[in-house]
Nanobody
Framework: VQLVESGGGLVQAGGSLRLSCAVSGLTFQNYHMGWFRQVPGKEREFVATHRRAGGYTLYADSVKGRATISRDNAKNTVYLQMNSLKPEDTAVYYC????????????????WGQGTQVTVSS
C-alpha cells in the first residue's frame, strides 16, 4: 500500500494550495480518507476527512470554511484545497486511509503517506 502526497510548498499568508494524495495497493472506495497535520513537538492534528460512502465530509474547526476535501475514486486520489492560508497552518500534512467505523483520530487510520511540507509566510 502506498499513499503519496504532493502539492506542498511555501506560500504567503492569504494564499492557496491544493494538496493531492495518490493511493495504490488498496480498494480506495472502501476507505475513509483523511488529512492530518503535524508540527514538531506537537501531536498529529485532524484536518479533514472524506467518508468512504455518501460524500460526507468533516473538518476541524481550525480550517472550517477555508478547506475543502474531495476524492476521485476513479483516480484513487484525495485532495485538500486550502484557501486563506495562515502562518499557523504551517505543518507537515499527511493523508491517511481508514477502514475503521471511526475517522477523526490518527489511531483510526491504518495507512499513511510520508507527508508534504506546507509553509505559510506572514
Amino acid at each position: 500500500v502506498q499513499l503519496v502526497e504532493s502539492g506542498g510548498g511555501l506560500v504567503q499568508a492569504g494564499g492557496s494550495l491544493r494538496l493531492s494524495c495518490a493511493v495504490s495497493g488498496l480498494t480506495f472506495q472502501n476507505y475513509h480518507m483523511g488529512w492530518f497535520r503535524q508540527v514538531p513537538g506537537k501531536e498529529r492534528e485532524f484536518v479533514a476527512t472524506h467518508r468512504r460512502a455518501g460524500g460526507y465530509t468533516l473538518y476541524a474547526d481550525s480550517v472550517k470554511g477555508r478547506a475543502t476535501i474531495s476524492r476521485d475514486n476513479a483516480k484513487n486520489t484525495v485532495y485538500l484545497q486550502m484557501n486563506s492560508l495562515k502562518p499557523e497552518d504551517t505543518a507537515v500534512y499527511y493523508c491517511a486511509a481508514s477502514s475503521n467505523i471511526y475517522y477523526t483520530l490518527p489511531i483510526h487510520y491504518k495507512w499513511w503517506g510520508q507527508g508534504t511540507q506546507v509553509t505559510v509566510s506572514s
